[in-house]
């Protein structure tokens, strides 16, 4: 991307006083933790089947989580939006829907959830209904987290405005048997030099699981935040794995 291109674009990296509680969560000094509230996953099957997204919301407050991230989708990962609305009342934490959400009514369904922000994945949209999707959030006060896996969305995404930007390091978390890259947001921190200032920085996924990235690796690459999901929702004391996480 060109310096032009990052000029013209950096007004919109900064969108102000609309939907602003899960973006000022994540821009306090230091690594910040987004944990995530889900039964099951596509990959993994059942996680947590059993698990109360009120209790789960509690305990990761109490361990210092800075936001949650809460799935609704019933087929894939067994959540619905009264999770999401548990985990709302539950806690002072901001909360971010994180499903496949691609039009302008799921924009509006998240609204009426309660939900501080969404999920938009990159992949899954065409590029051009990117920016309206988000203007469309952050008019009703929902913050967009932009999901990319490879070095080529990050390019797209920047050009679409986004500016809280997630580094999946999964390459298909749809697909029954996706592969991780756990070296993935690293080699991607590479390219967070050519971007405009301000932006948000997650990494997400193989973070805090057994082998996967350290989440001090993380911060040294110059996260603002790490997604964990299956690391604590299979914990037996997910306040005090996101202790040990933030120690780590």
């Known amino acids: 991307m060109s310096t032009r291109t990052l000029t013209r674009e950096a007004r919109v990296h900064n969108p102000a006083g ?48 800075s936001c949650l991230s809460v799935l609704t989708d019933s087929q894939l990962f067994g959540g619905s ?23 302008h009514v799921h924009v509006h369904e998240t609204h009426q959830m309660g939900a501080d922000a969404m999920l938009v994945i990159v992949e899954d949209m065409e590029s051009t209904k990117l920016r309206p999707l988000q ?35 999964r390459d298909d978390p749809k697909n029954s048997h996706p592969t991780v890259d756990y070296n993935k947001a690293l080699r991607i921190a590479g390219m967070f030099d050519q971007l405009p200032p301000g932006i948000i920085k997650v990494a997400a996924s193989g973070i805090g699981v057994p082998d996967g990235t350290p989440l001090a690796d993380i911060a040294a690459a110059g996260y603002d935040a790490a997604l964990v999901g299956e690391a604590l929702v299979t914990a037996s004391n997910p306040a005090g794995a996101i202790r040990n996480l933030l120690r780590s």
């Open 81 to 103: 939006s009264q999770d999401l609305r548990d985990a709302c009342d539950a806690s002072d934490l901001p909360v971010l829907r994180k499903d496949f959400l691609t039009t």
């Open 135 to 169: 203007e469309l959030a952050l008019t009703l006060g929902i913050d967009v987290l932009t999901e990319v896996r490879t070095e080529a969305e990050l390019d797209l995404a920047v050009g679409q405005g986004a500016y809280m930007i997630a580094v999946n390091q």
């Open 18 to 65: 609309v939907g602003c509680r899960f973006r000022h969560a994540l821009s306090s000094e230091g690594l910040s933790l987004i944990a995530e509230i889900k039964r099951r996953s596509p990959s993994r099957g059942a996680l947590r089947e059993d698990a109360d997204a009120r209790a789960l919301a509690v305990e990761y407050q109490r361990g210092g989580a």
